[in-house]
C-alpha cells in the first residue's frame, strides 16, 4: 500500500473535521455571548471574565509551536528520502510521529523556560 493511499484521505478528513469544529466553537462562542448581552447578563465580572477565557485561549507561543512542528515534520520526511526501507515498514510513521515529538518536547521545554522567567 502506497502511504499517499493512506495518508491523503486522512489528511483531508482531519482538515474537514478541524474546520467543522472550530467554525462551530465560534459560532456557539458568538451565540452565548450574544444571549448573555441581550438578557442583561452582562456586567464588570462577566467581561473580566470573558477576558480571561480569551488570554488563557490565547497562545504567545502558537507561531514558535507550529515552527517547530512543520520544522520537524519536514526534517522527517527529508530524512525518510536517504533512509532505505521496505515498503510494508513501519519505519516512516515511526520517524515521522518521533521527529514531531521531539518538536513538541523542545516546544514545551522553551515555553516553560520562559513562563518561569
Do not use: C, R
Not at 24 to 36: G, I
Not at 37 to 59: L, W
Not at 88 to 117: C, D, H, W
Request: hydrophobic share 45%.
Amino acid at each position: 500500500m502506497n502511504t499517499n493511499e493512506l495518508l491523503m484521505p486522512i489528511s483531508i478528513l482531519g482538515s474537514l473535521g478541524a474546520a467543522i469544529y472550530f467554525f462551530t466553537k465560534v459560532m456557539t462562542d458568538y451565540v452565548l455571548k450574544k444571549k448573555m448581552i441581550d438578557k442583561g447578563f452582562v456586567n464588570d465580572e462577566t467581561q473580566a471574565i470573558f477576558k480571561q477565557h480569551a488570554s488563557a485561549v490565547t497562545n504567545k507561543y502558537a507561531s514558535l509551536k507550529w515552527g517547530l512542528l512543520t520544522f520537524f515534520a519536514g526534517l522527517s520526511l527529508i530524512l525518510m528520502e536517504y533512509i532505505p526501507f521496505d515498503s510494508y515498514s513501519p519505519l516512516p510513521y515511526g520517524l515521522f510521529a518521533v521527529s514531531v515529538s521531539i518538536g513538541f518536547l523542545i516546544y514545551y521545554f522553551l515555553v516553560k523556560q520562559k513562563e518561569e522567567k
